[in-house]
């Protein structure tokens, strides 16, 4: 299977740049890039001028680069027939998506189509974040706050432009929005390439992260029970007085750090206990929800304490796709318990609660 990379993100926020050196630098790598952006910061414009009527290209580095002005299916399968050919060689592929673009219809090319999905995995959304305009771009553009809800890694640019407490509120509201990606401050001239590749953001395996920062705020005492090495804990969340635990979109403004004043449309919220699901009420139920709310949903993943089984579930899904497969066996030493994270548009967070609630074993 040929690993994918989504890279997406804000108009200007560094994109091209970082696109620019995988290009064109020797990394080792030899990555397919296809790339639709066609805006004034394109980089086919510097790079491919010369040889417009050519649609794949390969580079003095190993590189392919593909610019795509039909359907991504189709350019696709035609870097997939090329490679099988053995006209051109790649061993990845990234993908960059216009500085407008919802991640959401691109990630489920990768599940809906069968010849693609059997060929290409996708490992993950990366999205660029810029540290200067970041704020005012999430107020303005929901398009921005669902690059952020699909991402499985968020990087930020050009933080030597703000100072430490711009970084830490729009970290903050970040986190709000998406609380499993980590988040990355990066130089695009040093960022490391091999660190955005293999992240494995949609392998069901890959541990349930959720940043610290976000559990402290929605339940005081339960930032701590999380092996985190992450030490981005020190600005004192727990100060805060906190009002009935309500989530992120409860719009109470009950926490100083400003963040709360902007009432972002994505936001997400987690579900946990350490009661068992009833495995066919949590299927209706889920099923149900994935039908009604499937378009708000951006993304959804969970490890499941499901009675019967002595393995924990793990499940995830993208919009209406959703997917589970049994995990690792719950430990003899270990407390089965559940955790879920959602994120999405604007979602009923107690009737999801409440559902879920209604599917453990009483």
């Not at 050519?54 to 997939?80: K, M, P």
């Not at 771009?137 to 706050?145: R, S, V």
């Not at 392998?203 to 402290?216: K, S």
């Not at 009002?243 to 979109?249: F, K, L, M, R």
């Amino acid at each position: 299977m040929v690993p994918v990379t989504i890279l997406t993100g804000f108009l200007g926020a560094g994109k091209t740049t970082l696109l620019k050196r995988i290009l064109t630098e020797n990394h080792g790598q030899k990555i397919a890039v296809i790339e639709n952006e066609f805006g004034p910061e394109s980089i086919d414009n510097e790079l491919l001028v010369q040889e417009r009527d050519e649609q794949i290209i390969e580079l003095s580095n190993g590189c392919v680069c593909c610019t795509i002005r039909g359907d991504l299916q189709r350019a696709l399968s035609d870097l997939r027939q090329q490679r099988e050919a053995g006209s051109i060689k790649f061993d990845r592929v990234i993908l960059e998506t216009t500085g407008m673009a919802n991640p959401g219809p691109v990630c489920q090319t990768f599940f809906m189509d069968d010849d693609i999905a059997q060929y290409y995995r996708l490992d993950a959304v990366v999205t660029v974040v810029d540290a200067k305009h970041g704020m005012e771009t999430l107020d303005k553009q929901e398009e921005a706050q669902k690059q952020v809800g699909f991402a499985d890694v968020i990087l930020v640019s050009k933080k030597d432009l703000v100072n430490e407490a711009d970084y830490q509120a729009l970290r903050s509201r970040l986190v709000q929005i998406n609380p499993r990606a980590p988040i990355t401050a990066v130089h695009f001239g040093e960022a490391d390439i091999k660190s955005l590749l293999d992240v494995s953001g949609f392998n069901l395996n890959t541990i349930l992260d959720i940043d610290p920062e976000f559990l402290a705020e929605e339940h005081p005492d339960a930032a701590h029970d999380h092996g985190h090495e992450h030490n981005h804990h020190e600005h004192g969340h727990d100060e805060h007085e906190h009002e009935d635990d309500c989530g992120p979109n409860c719009g109470h403004a009950h926490h100083d750090h400003g963040h709360h004043h902007h009432n972002d449309e994505i936001g997400a919220f987690v579900f946990r206990s350490n009661r068992p699901f009833d495995p066919e009420r949590l299927e209706d139920f889920l099923g149900g929800v994935v039908q009604v709310y499937g378009e708000d949903l951006l993304r959804y993943k969970g490890i499941l304490y499901v009675k019967g089984s002595k393995r924990r579930l793990l499940f995830q899904g993208v919009h209406m796709m959703m997917g589970a497969e049994p995990g690792k066996p719950w430990l003899a030493n270990e407390k089965p318990n559940t955790k879920m994270v959602f994120i999405g548009r604007k979602l009923p967070e107690d009737i999801f609660t409440q559902g879920l609630e209604h599917c453990l074993i009483q």
